[in-house]
Each structure stands twice: as C-alpha cells, then as structure tokens.
C-alpha cells in the first residue's frame, strides 16, 4: 500500500510538472504572423488605454510589401493588435510583450485594440 501512494504521489508530481510548463498557442493571424523583435516597431506607450488615435506610437505606418510590423506593449497593462477586417489578431500582448507580423499584400489596415477599442492605428503597405 506505501508503495501504491508513492507511485501516485510521484505520477502526480509529474503531471503537475508537465502542465506548469504549458503555453497556450499563439492565434494564428493572418497577414503571415512573425517571432518578436523585427520589422518596423510601433510601441504602445504607458497609458495607452487613454491615447486614442496617439495610443500605438506611429499611429499610422506606410511599408512595402513583405515588412515585418512589430508592437511592442511599453504599457503597464496587456493590449492586442486586431485588425479591423480580416487580418491579424495578436491576441493579449502582455507588458512588455511584442507581436510581429508581416504584410504580403498593399493596401489599408486600420487596427485596433480590442481591450480598449479606442485605441487605433492604421498600416499602409505599398
């Protein structure tokens, strides 16, 4: 009987184990996403929630084809990057987080953020 609870104190240290070092995947946005730390940057300053139009710093970019977009949150608090169509959805960028994603196509984005839908940005790619 001692044995029998060792083995299943241990199995469920493992488990345990196992599933402390989980991580959710990443949505899978579209334009084509990227790894963090390329591309053209916009940061989100500290208070962005407030900023509306000013709250992803530049506001509006204009990139060729096949640039690397990159947000980096600066802010104390998560904020995502969501296109207003169907294009990308960062998901939650947590402080001091980055999201990248590259554009294949030209055209107008505008984006979001849909923890504080007042904040919007724009991407034009030529």
């Avoid at 493992?14 to 070092?21: I, R, W, Y």
């Avoid at 334009?31 to 208070?47: E, L, M, Q, R």
């Avoid at 000013?54 to 904020?79: E, L, Q, Y």
Wanted: aromatic share 8%; charged share 5%.
């Amino acid at each position: 009987m001692f044995c029998s609870r060792v083995l299943l104190v241990s199995a469920a240290t493992v488990l345990a184990a196992a599933c402390g070092s989980y991580s959710a995947p990443t949505p899978s946005p579209s334009p084509v996403p990227g790894t963090t730390g390329s591309g053209t940057p916009i940061t989100i300053p500290k208070g962005a929630e407030t900023l509306g139009n000013r709250a992803f710093s530049p506001d509006a970019v204009d990139v060729a084809v096949g640039t690397t977009v990159t947000w980096t949150n600066s802010d104390s608090v998560a904020h995502t990057s969501t296109s207003n169509g169907a294009g990308w959805n960062s998901g939650a960028i947590a402080p001091g987080g980055q999201f990248s994603t590259t554009f294949q196509n030209a055209g107008a984005f505008p984006y979001h953020c849909t923890i504080h839908p007042g904040m919007v940005g724009t991407i034009t790619v030529h």
